[in-house]
């Protein structure tokens, strides 16, 4: 299934990469996401990255803090996070998507990885 990690405990400012792995191809010509929960408040869409890597999509509150990108032949989904807040605190959350585009919505995505979390302190 999918395995997200990179998470942990940061100070404000500084910088997280959160990694996505695929153990069973689900990336597979498909698009991933990245989504976050923060305590008490629901899913809300991050960043995505089409198959070939070559289209992205950001939230408004992440554009040009945050970068996605991909590896393919590392079945793998990166998320590098510069410049982070207290508001970035949340489990951060991976998933494949049912088709090779970059979505934002959270309706158009299957597998899902367990998450990882993320603390920025202030």
């Known amino acids: 299934q999918l395995q997200a990690s990179g998470g942990g405990l940061v100070q404000t400012g500084n910088s997280l990469r959160l990694s996505c792995t695929d153990s069973r191809r689900t990336f597979n010509n498909n698009g991933v996401g990245w989504f976050r929960e923060a305590l008490g408040k629901e899913r809300e869409f991050v960043a995505s990255?089409?198959?070939?890597?070559?289209?992205?999509s950001y939230a408004d509150s992440v554009k040009g803090r945050f970068t996605i990108s991909r590896d393919n032949t590392k079945n793998s989904v990166y998320l590098q996070m510069n410049s982070l807040k207290p508001e970035d605190t949340a489990r951060y959350y991976c998933a494949s998507a049912l088709r090779s585009s970059a979505t934002s919505d959270v309706r158009e995505y299957r597998h899902w990885g367990q998450g990882t979390l993320v603390t920025v302190s202030s």
């Open positions: 990255i089409n198959w070939r890597g070559g289209s992205t």
